[in-house]
């Protein structure tokens, strides 16, 4: 059972295009977690959303936890090559041992 | 340099060698990771550690061992490999375990079992 479920997986667009992508769960999360990873490298953290309905941006990344906290959202404005990666959502399901699980991604390529 | 890394990147072996894959850190974080990464499944965890000669399992452990004698290195052995564990491997620590704590990755070893 794939607890995190990303959509979509695959997105290829023109750079300047806006994008959102989605994680979602039937199963309430203490807080969602959004990694990056580049070909050939290892995830890296970009952001952590705690609070239900909360909004966090970096840049041109805008992250939002849901207000029921079993979903998020990332919204990309104005894509450039260098967002090109593969963008991954985890979490540690409420009352859950404690380790993060992470969804099976989304493949973003932005072309110039 | 400080972080965490990962040794050999890659590795080709065949059927039922032993095959060991390393990871060091060294920022002393108390939590280690193993992960593997496969296509149509993602990251899943294979064992952690919580400090020094403590392990435990995680999603996928079957065919791996782990020890961890000191807090700095955290190493994966495939006592007998088998094709299906062709993979991607990544190590990652982190101060905690648990909603609230960043994992840093290293960068994977890719592994393939002939």
Known sequence: TQLLEQSPQFLSIQEGENLTVYCNSSSVFSSLQWYRQEPGEGPVLLVTVVTGGEVKK???????????RKD???HITAAQPGDTGLYLCAG????????????KGTKLSVKP | ?????????????ET????TLMCHQTWSHSY???????LGHGL?????????????KGEVPDGYVVSRSKTENFPLTLESATRSQTSVYFC???EGRGHDNEQFFGPGTRLTVL
């Open chain 1, 58 to 68: 970096l840049k041109r990344l805008t992250f939002q936890f849901g207000d029921a």
């Open chain 1, 72 to 74: 998020s959202s990332l």
């Open chain 1, 92 to 103: 540690v399901p409420r009352g859950s041992q404690g380790n993060l699980i992470f969804g």
């Open chain 2, 1 to 13: 340099d400080a972080g965490i890394t990962q040794s050999p990147r890659y590795k080709i072996t």
């Open chain 2, 16 to 19: 039922g060698r032993q095959v």
């Open chain 2, 32 to 38: 280690m990771f193993w992960y593997r990464q496969d």
């Open chain 2, 44 to 56: 899943r965890l294979i064992y952690y550690s919580a400090a020094a000669d403590i392990t435990d």
């Open chain 2, 92 to 94: 990652a620590s982190s």
